[in-house]
């Protein structure tokens, strides 16, 4: 879901994006000035609701040929979606690395929000998987950790300069030896063929301890993650 504030050189665009059941929505910024020199910093996000603003991680994720842009990663908004009904929480509070907020009206967001959460939760059956078996499972554990599976030389040339990266967000296939079976990618940032070289390694080199279903068995599964190179 996106929505536009402003407008010409002063407009900013901000997307609410869901991936997997059970994981935090992912925001994301664009518009002037919303470039940042580090590939991670630390950022406020204010619901508006009273509570304190939540302090979140912040990638930057521009690129020569892309729009300006932050990405949120995980942000906890399940108690500003189910207080929708209040009119206290309809605005948005956005402090990015700069220090400058932008708060954005957002009356009427929370019904779609909620829609967006249901359809979430549908994409597991679309995967091959039954969500009732999936909430009885635990869940695999990579190993030691996807940014190893990536080696020197692995890296597109496009994340060295100016300290910028690459952002994938995937979805990876484990059966129930803990191998890789497939990779697919929800959302990447970077040259064209950033997310299928990243794939690829993670296919090549991708291990993981497997999920168990109730009765302690190792089954086949999924693993749902984004990482910044």
Request: net charge negative; charged share 20%.
């Amino acid at each position: 879901m996106a929505a536009v504030f402003g407008a010409d050189n002063r407009s900013l665009v901000i997307t609410f994006s869901g991936f997997a059941p059970d994981e935090p929505f992912q925001i994301t910024l664009a518009g002037e000035g919303m470039d940042w020199h580090l590939p991670e910093a630390e950022g406020w996000i204010d619901l508006g609701n009273g509570a304190q603003p939540r302090r979140v991680t912040v990638l930057s994720a521009s690129g020569a040929h892309q729009a300006s842009m932050l990405l949120v990663t995980e942000a906890e908004l399940e108690p500003w979606i189910s207080e929708g009904g209040n009119s206290t929480n309809s605005t948005l509070t956005f402090t990015a690395p700069s220090r400058i907020s932008y708060r954005l009206g957002v009356s009427g967001f929370h019904d779609a929000m909620r829609v967006m959460r249901q359809c979430t939760e549908n994409l597991e059956l679309q995967w091959g998987f039954k969500p009732w078996e999936q909430r009885t499972r635990s869940r695999p554990e990579p190993t030691p950790g996807f940014k190893a599976w990536m080696r020197k030389g692995d890296h597109p040339e496009f994340t060295v300069p100016e300290g910028i990266g690459g952002f994938l967000r995937f979805r990876l296939g484990v059966d129930a030896e803990g191998h890789v079976t497939d990779c697919h990618i929800q959302r990447a940032i970077g040259p064209d063929s950033f997310g299928e070289q990243v794939c690829r390694q993670f296919v090549l080199r991708g291990r993981f301890i497997p999920a168990h279903d109730a009765r302690g068995a190792p089954v086949a599964s999924y693993f749902a993650g984004a990482a910044l190179f």
